[in-house]
Structures are given as C-alpha cells and as structure tokens.
C-alpha cells in the first residue's frame, strides 16, 4: 500500500450513529498511535476498514491507492494485504489452528504452500511471537489464555506479512516480556515499510515502537492530529487538555 485516504466517515450500527465525518490519512510506513477515551469509535473504525458487516456507512469514502476499499468484502480487504489483529480474538471451536493457517496462506498463493515450507513457516512464527507450537493443533483460541490469544494474532500477521496493519490494544493482558517480544516484531516488520496502526491504553508498547503519528478520537471522529509527543503528553496527562486547550468536548 501507499496510501490510505479516509474521508468523511459515518457509520452506525444498532441505530447508533458510531463513526461521525472521520477523515484520515496515512501513508505507507506510517505507524500512527490511535488514541481516544473509552467507546468514542476507535475499534469501530478499524472494524469499519477491516470490512466488519456489523457496521453500516451511511456516508464518506475510504480509498486504498485509490480504489474504493469499502465495496471489498473483508476477505478481499485481507487478500489486498491489510490485516487485524482484534481486541477480543473470538474463540473458533471446530477449526483446528494449522488448517485454518494453511487455508489463509493458501488462498493468497497460485500453487498450495508445501507440507516442509508450511511446517517450518509455522515453527519459526511460534517461536518468534513465544508460544508452543503444539498449539497448532489446537481449536482457534479455544480455552487460550489472553495472552495467548494476543501472541496468536501476531502469529497470524507474521504469517499472512501484510502491509498494513491494525493493532487494537494488542498489549493489553501481555505480560512485559511478550510485550518486549510482540513489539520487536512490530519493528521489524516496520523496518520493511510495513505500515501500522496500533491502539493502546498505555505507553509501553508505543515507548518501545515509537509511532510517528497520533491521532486522538472523540466522538467518532479525529479531534486531534499531531507526532509522537501528543501519544506521549496523553500517557502524562490523560485527555482533559482536549477541552481545556482545545475546546474539544469529551
Ligand atoms: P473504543 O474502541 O474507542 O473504546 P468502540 O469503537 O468499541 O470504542 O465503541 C464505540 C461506541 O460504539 C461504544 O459506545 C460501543 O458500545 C458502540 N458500539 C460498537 N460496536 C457496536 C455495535 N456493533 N452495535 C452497537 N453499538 C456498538
Ligand atoms: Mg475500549
Ligand atoms: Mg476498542
């Protein structure tokens, strides 16, 4: 991807309008903090672009290099290299991990990944994200911990290696050491102009990454733009300077 152009949002579920005229914009390489209290939109617009169907836009664009990315369905979205990682991976009883695996490597490729590259392409993500890969046999999240559950999405990235990815809270119920480890391969793959966006409530994880955007949002829409000190000034302060700098109503 080079460009991600978000323009005038809304969408609603539930009769609940949730994203309010959000524009945006990132470009390829950028990782972008996506800030905001709690329940003003930011899942829902990663859920929004990833090509949830819980959501219907009822107004506004969102153009990935210039194509109408919300006419995708989520399973195009995901073959056009963007990828999420959830903020409650749902747990998928009846689908055994390395076949669900295999079928997402599969579905990207024109011949069938083979047994050996399959097998050493998994032993080398569940060795880089900190898990056993006895797991691979194992129902989706079926009985994981929250923990391994958020070191199971990163497999997953590590996998399909898309170009532009969504964080949400990825390190929340990661302990420090998974933490430093998750975030080592978000650099990494940084590194090779993989573009990020990454939700978080604390400021460990961006310390480490170091995002070199901040976006704040209230009330389903961007309030506030700014570079890696605001993400850091927010971490301090919390959000009330929103309304006492800005006149920004929480
Ligand atoms: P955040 O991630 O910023 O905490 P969310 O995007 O999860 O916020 O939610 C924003 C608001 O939209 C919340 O009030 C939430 O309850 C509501 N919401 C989100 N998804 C749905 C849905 N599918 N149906 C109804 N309301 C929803
Ligand atoms: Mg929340
Ligand atoms: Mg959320």
């Not at 972008?32 to 169907?53: F, I």
């Not at 999240?141 to 590590?158: H, P, Y």
């Not at 993989?194 to 901040?214: C, E, G, K, M, Q």
Request: proline share 3%.
């Amino acid at each position: 991807m080079e460009k991600l152009i978000v323009s005038n949002l809304s969408a609603e579920a539930g009769g609940k309008e949730i994203l309010n005229d959000l524009s945006l914009t990132l470009e390829k390489g950028d990782c972008l903090a996506l800030l905001g209290p709690n329940g003003h939109g930011k899942s829902t617009l990663l859920n929004v672009l990833m090509g949830s169907p819980e959501y219907r836009i009822t107004s506004g664009s969102a153009e990935l290099d210039g194509e109408d990315l919300l006419s995708l369905t989520a399973d195009q979205r995901s073959r056009k290299g963007i990828f999420m990682a959830f903020q409650n991976p749902p747990d998928i009883p009846g689908i055994v991990a390395s076949d669900f695996f295999r079928a997402s490597l599969n579905v990207r490729r024109e011949e069938p990944v083979s047994a050996y590259d399959f097998y050493r392409l998994t032993e080398d993500a569940y060795k880089k994200v900190g898990l056993n890969s006895d797991m691979a046999s194992r129902h989706l999240n079926e009985g994981f911990s929250g923990g391994e559950k958020k070191r199971d999405e990163i497999l997953q990235m590590l996998l399909l290696k898309p170009d532009l990815v969504f964080l949400d809270e990825i390190d929340s119920g990661l302990d420090v050491d998974a933490l430093a480890q998750i975030a080592a391969i978000i650099n990494d793959m940084r590194a090779q102009g993989t573009t990020f966006v990454i939700i978080s409530h604390y400021d460990r994880l961006y310390d480490i990454v170091s995002p070199n955007r901040t976006a704040i949002m209230v009330n389903g829409s961007v309030a506030l733009e700014g570079d890696s000190s605001l993400a850091k000034r927010v971490s301090k302060e919390g959000y009330s300077f929103l309304r006492s700098e800005y006149g920004i109503d929480l």
